[in-house]
């Protein structure tokens, strides 16, 4: 009878009543939340990227014209004549202004005619790829339709983009004075970050005995990866420029701030990476005789290189998005030529963005736009490498 | 001694140790009356202790199987190891005793016609052998090492007295021929209460083994309380 | 002096601190050769502390601080001069959990010796990693699958395989920190039974938490309670009869 009653009483106790539906329904809703929160940080990514590729995808294309050039000996002296004093206009003068050097070069040239496909001005440009303000005059639109119509004006793949480096003339400006700047700051990054930043936190993790001393770095370690980067711009400013006379904006001084920039980051990385190592390795070893220098080469560095890797290549990826910094060594510089030495005044892939961004001609928009596209894809692949690597960590032992 | 951490271990050490006084108290009682029914010829007396017999059997394999799961479950270790090897040693001893006992009360029933003619050293014999039971389970209850020495001091004076009987009653029956049916029943009963203080002065070294963990057999009264003053000495 | 001459380790007036505490307040203990001497007693009670005392291990702890003396057969293991590196050589050490090294059984086995330059890689060293397996009774489970990670081994097996990364080194005396507390029954026994072998060669130093293990592995106790060595004797007689009251309280199970 009483186990009748009791079992009716768990069944009642089972039943969804009134409160415990509100509980259902107040979980319900706070998942819904999070998926709010998620759906509206998934629509203002997607819109970045459809905004960013939307306006970069032009500039890998670029206007150019068939024209007659005559390579007479009297373009050496004035170039504006290699060309039909119609079509002038269109054509870059980034372009005509070649024609002497290359007459230059090949002597033979002089005295020919030829038909070939020329750089577009950049209103051109923009007139064809139908962007307002192209600001193309009313009677050079009708004879580039002209031309469209004879087939004599077409959009190339721009591998000028890739292929120049900076310049004052849209349809000339490109990437590679940035792009080469970019590799060899971070080469220069690496370089002094990794090994003192690994270095450090091996000393800090395995060695250090724990006192205040220790302890004080430890707390400066982790305020230095918070503190505004703009602040290690002003740090290599001081120590880097104007006491150790490294000459200004070249990647040298760059690579020396970033550095800086990074070390915390990295040391952090691998203290974190080193911790993980379970402590019943160390004891493996040291109880096997092993020294030190044994323990750590052998068994406790390979288990947390990448953790280390991993950490560094994030803390590198962050120092080549970074202008703040730079920008203060002067590294926001107008670069046409890419950087022979790392003593040569030098920008990079973010600060070069960061010009264009401000140039008032409009054709510089989509190479803003397509110079972050680039930028981007450097970075994914970065963190997608870190990523591998950490998964391979996962997997191996 | 402080509390067992396992409760149940320590409520079944406890109750081990209460069956064993309870069956000792009955082999007690049973060699009182064995006694008893020899002196007054009181048949239904020692037909009483042969039926009580079946009791001290039943608490031996109820105790024996005490042990067992105790030693298989509860993995014993010192002092509750040696109470638990004491006590399966101890209880064939007990066991041995009601028997011994039953074969007084048995001897009694077959020899109703022809009682004993001369008790007076049987008594004394009697007496000492069921002080030494009493001493032994008396140690037992206590941890008392004095009362389990007395115990095996006074085997010697049993024993003295258990050979002085049986000459005296080898001299009664030569003396008259008659009386050899009573002597046989003397001899019997002389042997079986002999055997009995055996018992007990076993019982009483197993507790000396269970107090102090020094086996005391087989060696000499002397040597013993030498061993076991030098351990006393030390504490 | 006889039977000095048995005794492996000799430990006199051992304090030990953790910064201002005292964990071990004085401990003289005799370890004997060729024995498998067992550590009981409750946690805390520094009976692991005091066997990290034995091949100094203690010596990474921080604020770490130790006085007396450690004899191995008669040198003292802290004196001044003492290469503790080396001294882990001839005072080897097991740990409560396997930790095998992350790499093949093979190399987990060869790493000791060849790092202390023993044997060159090759021939020789292929015979030092099967004699030091056949030692652990693991070679029969393991030698089809030498270059397999160690770590794939089951728990039983890998402590068996750091017994022979501990063996391959040819120490004198082998340290045990709760080898079994990670195992199952059976491989526990064999880990036992392995003791057992291995005190032919070794003497081994076995610290537990398992009573009944110490009884069953160990030819002598000693029964450490609060950083005082309470009791030391056969185990056999520490089992059935020991002489002071706290350890017959620990051992019957009454914990107070």
């Known amino acids: 009878m009483s186990d009748a009653s009791k079992s009716n009483a768990l069944r009642a106790d089972l039943r969804a009543d009134k409160r415990k539906r509100r509980r259902a329904r107040a979980d319900m809703r706070f998942k819904w939340y999070g998926l709010t929160a998620l759906g509206l940080a998934m629509l203002f990514l997607v819109f970045f990227f459809v905004d960013i590729i939307s306006k970069g995808l032009p500039a890998f294309q670029q206007a150019e014209i068939l024209v007659q050039v005559s390579y007479s000996e009297s373009v050496k002296s004035n170039y504006n004549r290699a060309v039909d004093k119609r079509y002038r206009k269109l054509i870059s003068r980034s372009w005509l202004r070649t024609i002497p050097m290359q007459l230059e070069e090949h002597p033979d040239m002089i005295g020919t005619t030829a038909e070939q496909w020329v750089l577009a001005d950049y209103r051109v440009d923009q007139f064809l790829k139908g962007h307002e303000g192209h600001k193309l005059k009313k009677k050079y639109q009708k004879l580039v339709r002209q031309l469209q119509e004879e087939g004599k004006v077409r959009l190339a793949f721009n591998s000028g983009f890739f292929s120049n480096g900076d310049s004052k003339l849209p349809e000339n400006a490109g990437i590679l004075a940035s792009a080469v700047g970019s590799v060899l700051v971070l080469l220069l990054t690496m370089l002094f970050a990794v090994p003192v930043g690994v270095m450090t936190a091996i000393y800090l993790e395995e060695f250090a005995p724990d006192n205040r001393f220790t302890q004080l770095i430890e707390v400066n370690i982790n305020n230095l990866a918070a503190i505004p980067s703009i602040l290690y711009g002003l740090l290599g400013l001081a120590i880097f420029i104007n006491f150790m006379g490294v000459p200004r904006s070249s990647a040298l001084a760059g690579g020396l701030t970033l550095a800086l920039m990074t070390l915390p980051i990295i040391i952090i990385a691998t203290r974190a990476a080193l911790r993980a190592v379970p402590e019943s390795i160390r004891e493996a070893a040291y109880g096997l005789g092993a020294s030190s220098l044994q323990t750590v080469w052998h068994h406790v560095l390979p288990l947390a290189m990448p953790g280390i890797l991993t950490g560094s290549i994030i803390g590198l990826a962050q120092a080549m998005g970074e202008t703040a910094p730079l920008l203060i060594v002067g590294m926001m510089a107008y670069i046409p030529e890419a950087p022979h030495s790392i003593l040569a005044a030098t920008t990079v892939l973010p600060a070069q963005v960061y010009t264009w961004s401000g140039e008032s001609i409009r054709a510089f928009e989509e190479r803003t736009a397509a110079g972050i596209m680039v930028l981007l894809a450097v970075l994914l692949s970065l963190n997608a490498l870190a990523i591998r690597l950490r998964n391979r960590s996962e997997q191996t032992w | 001694m ?174 008259d021929p008659r009386q050899i049916t009573a002597g046989l029943l003397a001899s019997t009963i002389g042997k079986n209460l002999e055997r009995i203080g055996d018992h007990a002065v076993n019982i009483a070294e197993m507790v000396i083994y269970m107090v102090k963990g020094h086996d005391v057999r087989h060696v000499d009264h002397k040597t013993a309380a030498a061993i076991l003053s030098g351990e006393l000495d030390e504490d | 002096m006889a039977t000095d001459m048995k005794n492996k380790l000799t430990i006199r007036g051992l304090k030990l601190w953790y910064g201002d505490f005292e964990a071990l307040h004085g401990i003289d203990l005799d370890i004997l050769a060729g024995k498998v001497t067992a550590f009981i007693g409750p946690s805390g009670c520094g009976k692991s502390t005091f066997l990290r005392c034995l091949n100094r291990m203690n010596d990474r702890i921080a604020g770490c601080r130790v006085e007396g003396d450690v004899l191995l057969e008669g040198n003292d293991i802290y004196a001044p001069d003492v290469d503790v590196v080396q001294l882990r050589t001839h005072i080897g050490m097991v740990f409560q959990k396997p930790n095998p090294f992350p790499k093949s059984i093979y190399e987990n086995i060869a790493y000791a010796p060849r790092i202390h330059g023993m044997v060159q890689d090759g021939p020789d060293m292929d015979e030092l990693v ?105 185990t056999s007689q520490i089992f059935t009869a020991p002489s002071n009251q706290r350890t017959e309280d620990y051992i019957t199970g009454r914990f107070g």
């Not at chain 2, 042990?67 to 090897?85: E, K």
């Not at chain 3, 489970?141 to 081994?153: F, H, I, N, R, S």
């Not at chain 3, 003497?203 to 002598?220: C, E, F, G, L, P």
Request: hydrophobic content about 40%; charged content about 30%.
């Open chain 3, 130 to 234: 099967e004699t030091a397996l056949r030692k652990a009774s693991i070679w029969d489970e393991v030698k089809d699958k030498l270059q397999q990670p160690g770590t794939a081994l089951s728990g039983g097996q890998q402590q068996r395989l750091c017994i022979a990364r501990t063996i391959a080194v040819q120490p004198d005396v082998i340290l045990m920190d709760e080898p079994c507390s990670a195992l199952d029954p059976i491989a526990t026994a064999k880990i036992e039974e392995l003791m057992d072998e291995l005190k032919q060669e070794y003497t081994i130093v076995i610290v537990t938490h398992n009573m009944q293990q110490a009884a069953r592995a160990s030819d002598y106790t000693a029964y450490f309670y609060l950083g005082d060595l309470i009791e030391y004797g056969e």
């Open chain 2, 2 to 175: 402080p509390e067992h951490t396992l409760k149940r271990f320590e409520d079944e050490l406890t109750s081990l140790k209460e069956k064993i006084l309870a069956m000792g108290g009955l082999v007690e009682k049973a060699v009182r009356r064995s006694m008893k029914s020899v002196l007054q010829v009181d048949t239904s007396k020692a037909q009483k202790v042969i039926d009580r017999d079946r009791a001290i059997n039943a608490l031996e394999v109820e105790i024996d199987e005490m042990t067992r799961s105790m030693l298989a479950l509860r993995q014993p270790a010192a002092g509750d190891l040696r109470l638990i090897i004491a006590t399966i040693k101890i209880v064939t001893d007990l066991e041995r005793s009601g028997d011994l006992a039953e074969g007084i009360a048995e001897a009694v029933l077959q020899s109703e016609e022809n009682p004993l003619t001369h008790t007076s050293t049987i008594e004394t014999l009697a007496d000492l052998v069921i002080r030494q039971v009493k001493d032994a389970l008396d140690a037992f209850a206590r941890s008392d090492l004095d009362a389990a020495l007395k115990c095996i001091e006074r085997d010697k004076k049993v024993n003295k007295l258990y050979k002085a009987m049986q000459r005296e009653n080898l001299t009664y029956m030569l003396e």
